[in-house]
């Protein structure tokens, strides 16, 4: 398996506009999680799904934040309009529940840039 | 509300000297534990993780961390650093009951000093 799967990995924008951020969980996995990365904050989790369900999505900052998983295999974070603030690194992990045996994949992760 | 703490977000230590970071949780049960490093502009990889059974985990490049529920404590270590150590690391805490997500702690920036 390739492991998580993130698209662009670079993504610069200008204010107002809309941004999709892709990611493909490692196949199998029924878990995933999207996180955002600042130096101020940290790691953030935004929202995660649960056999592409979501189930908690408070870390979520604002209505500009939605996310979907229309199948296992594909989830999107979009950010709509976007502003200079958004700027920061998003990672998508990808988990498999199971008792003793659960650990997080990440990808490479999607830099975006807002202008 | 289950939260990850890790003491000292810069640690500073000599090659070949003793590494230690620290993490505490909260959490009403005991999650599952992990422990992630991240070099630069890269993902986050998995160091070593703690689920049940044996307390003290050994992970990859030589370190070790250890369960202490009574000090609800999952501190990383490492006997010797070497300047491949240098990187960002995060420990991580997931709850299997009720709410499942995976919560991070703010990081600790690892420096060696030649």
């Known amino acids: 398996d390739a492991g998580v799967i993130q698209s662009p990995r670079h993504e610069v924008t200008e204010m107002g506009q809309e941004v999709t951020l892709r990611c493909k969980p490692i196949?199998?996995?029924?878990?995933l999680f999207w996180y955002r990365q600042t130096m101020m904050r940290g790691l953030e989790l935004l929202i995660y799904f649960n056999n592409n369900v979501p189930i908690d999505d408070s870390g979520m900052p604002e209505d500009r934040f939605s996310a979907k998983m229309p199948n296992a295999s594909f989830s999107t974070l979009k950010i709509q309009p976007s502003e200079p603030r958004d700027s920061a690194v998003y990672f998508c992990?990808?988990?498999?529940?199971?008792?003793?045996?659960?650990?997080?994949?990440f990808g490479q992760g999607t830099r975006l840039t807002v202008v | 509300a289950q939260s990850v703490t890790q003491l000292g977000s810069h640690v500073s230590v000599s090659e070949g000297a003793l590494v230690l970071l620290r993490c505490n949780y909260s959490s009403s049960v005991p999650p599952y534990l992990f422990w992630y490093v991240q070099y630069p502009n890269q993902g986050l990889q998995l160091l070593l993780k703690?689920?049940?059974?044996?307390?003290l985990v050994k992970g990859i490049n030589g370190f070790e961390a250890e369960f202490k529920k009574s000090e609800t404590s999952f501190h990383l270590t490492k006997p010797s650093a070497h300047m491949s150590d240098a990187a960002e690391y995060f420990c991580?805490?997931?709850?299997?009951?009720?709410?499942?997500?995976?919560?991070f702690g703010q990081g600790t920036r690892l420096t060696i000093n030649p």
């Open positions: 703690y689920t049940t059974g044996a307390t």
């Open positions: 196949s199998g996995h029924n878990s």
């Open positions: 991580a805490a997931f709850s299997y009951q009720g709410a499942q997500k995976l919560v």
């Open positions: 992990a990808s988990i498999f529940l199971q008792a003793a045996n659960t650990e997080a994949f």
